[in-house]
């Protein structure tokens, strides 16, 4: 049994979550998923970044007390994750958790320990949005290149990272490929920046410029944890690092041969250098893997709080239930580049794919079977050539969500049997072999379709959940703790299986919801 922990990155509470942050979630948990059913031992953890600045201001515009609104924030980001139903084992709190207080103290005091922190002056441009020092030479016509605001010039005595000393280090955890950034283009992106040259960079933030929230420096009450600094410990402080209490720590990262990070590509930075490169001042081992997913856009331009162009999720689940919204972000989103969102594309997946693509495949297969069986399952029989994408399921999903991290690929070979057994349907007419008395053909086209659409839910668990239940449901299938591998051999519907009622899976008149249909999708498993 392989062990893994993953991780999603932790967004600030400055505002509700977009459709941006729904999309690492979802990708995250069809990880987690997959791995949980293959039977491998997974921790699954995402939470909120409360101690940035950004949340601060954000609250003073609200008319707020900073840990008011945060408080407030925070449990919709928690609600999110609920009602898109992520599968996390945890969520962590970076303001409110103790474990996390302990954590980011004992990280610090470690690196400081190893003469990895100094105090120095500093002046610089500073974006409140990324909460990032800047060069002159990384932004774009004077202005952030992530947020599009020109940066404050900001100078006072920080304490500093000695980043400069891990400039090796870094340079043969990349290239050996013990730190592997995913996909290759980031990971040479990565590389590239630490071969320009590695700089100190500052680690906290005046009391006064924090306005007073944050976690205070060690020995230091006049300067609090530059936010990333604190926010990235999260991974370890969840476990239980700086507590004596840290079997999980112990568990899942000191013993655990991946230590996985999804994260979005303008925080690659944090994650692929200041990160490890901290845990290396610590002693302590850094990550394995780190996927880099794209943006969304709209009209071209990033989904972001700060433009005011967002696109609300709750809504999307509101309107078109859960299953719907994660379907469009895995099965129409590339896994690591940007894609552009429209309400019409959205529409037309739901449509095409969901409604009409499974939904009606699953209606007609099962009302057929009632029609002509008295919805008994036949014979068991071998997949016929048509239907062949069946056999290369189980190895499509190891490749996807194993070598190339990518629940897109996922998706498109559980449509593949879709499209095919579609097609199946028409060619092989089962109305016109019921009508010539061909009981032994109709009863292997019946089962060929059953089969598939078994194959197709067993598919769907780690993608589409609540989808994979109700369509298990419909075919008579009750899913325990078998071997979910072997689940998809073809071949294990058992014939005399008495198959559900036809219910409508995805009606296209009205959204899910309005008519009460929403797929309830298991929290865990």
Not at 79 to 94: H, K, V, Y
Not at 214 to 222: A, E, K, L, M, N
Not at 226 to 252: C, H, K, M
Not at 405 to 425: C, F, I, Q, S, T
Request: charged fraction near 25%; aromatic fraction near 10%; include cysteine.
């Amino acid at each position: 049994m392989a062990r893994h922990y993953l991780t999603t990155a932790i967004p600030y509470v400055n505002a509700r979550p977009h459709l941006g942050f729904a999309l690492e979630l979802v990708q995250a948990d069809a990880f987690a998923r997959y791995r949980r059913l293959r039977g491998d031992d997974i921790r699954f953890l995402t939470g909120t970044d409360e101690n940035s600045l950004s949340n601060v201001l954000a609250a003073e515009r609200a008319g707020k007390p900073v840990r008011v609104f945060v408080e407030e924030h925070a449990g919709v980001f928690a609600e999110l994750a609920a009602r898109l139903g992520i599968s996390n084992d945890d969520f962590i709190r970076t303001a409110t958790d103790p474990r996390h207080l302990a954590g980011a103290t004992a990280l610090w005091r470690a690196c400081a320990a190893n003469g990895d922190i100094y105090t120095q002056s500093y002046r610089g441009l500073y974006c409140v949005g990324c909460e990032l020092f800047y060069d002159d030479e990384e932004l774009v016509d004077g202005r952030c290149p992530e947020h599009g605001t020109v940066p404050e010039i900001v100078e006072e005595e920080n304490f500093f990272f000695r980043l400069s000393r891990y400039q090796g280090a870094l340079e043969e955890l990349l290239d050996s490929g013990r730190l592997r950034v995913l996909p290759a283009h980031r990971h040479a992106e990565a590389r590239a920046f630490v071969g320009r040259g590695l700089r100190d960079f500052s680690i906290s933030r005046s009391l006064t410029r924090a306005r007073g929230w944050g976690i205070p420096v060690p020995d230091d009450p006049s300067q609090v944890m530059y936010v990333w600094f604190d926010a990235l410990t999260n991974y370890i402080s969840a476990l239980g690092y700086g507590s004596p209490q840290n079997e999980l720590y112990r568990r899942y990262w000191l013993e655990s041969p991946a230590r996985v990070h999804a994260i979005g590509k303008g925080i690659l930075r944090f994650h692929a250098i200041y990160w490890p490169a901290m845990l290396l001042s610590a002693a302590q081992p850094p990550p394995t893997e780190v996927f880099v997913h794209g943006y969304l856009t709209r009209d071209g331009r990033k989904l972001s709080k700060s433009l005011g162009n967002t696109i609300d999720p709750f809504e999307l689940v509101d309107a078109w239930g859960a299953e719907a919204v994660r379907y469009w972000l895995l099965a129409e989103v590339p896994a690591t580049e940007d894609a552009d969102y429209t309400d019409e594309r959205f529409e037309r997946a739901y449509v095409g794919a969901l409604a009409n693509d499974l939904g009606n495949l699953l209606n007609r297969t099962v009302s057929m079977l009632h029609r002509y069986r008295g919805g008994i399952v036949p014979s068991v029989v071998s997949a016929p050539p048509s239907l062949a994408a069946a056999a290369s399921l189980g190895t499509e999903l190891q490749r996807a969500f194993g070598e190339e991290l990518d629940p897109r690929e996922a998706m498109r070979a559980v449509w593949e049997l879709v499209g095919a057994a579609n097609r199946y349907v028409e060619e092989s007419a089962p109305w016109t072999l019921a009508q010539a008395g061909d009981a032994a053909s109709l009863d292997a086209v019946l089962y060929a379709l059953l089969e598939a659409l078994r194959l197709i839910g067993q598919a769907l668990r780690p993608l589409l959940p609540g989808t994979a239940e109700r369509v298990l449901w419909q075919l008579g299938v009750s899913v325990g703790d078998e071997v979910w591998m072997d689940e998809l051999a073809w071949g294990r519907l058992p014939a005399g299986t008495i198959v559900a009622q036809p219910k409508v899976l995805f009606p296209k008149d009205s959204p899910p919801t309005v008519q009460g249909r929403e797929p309830q999708i298991t929290p865990r498993g």
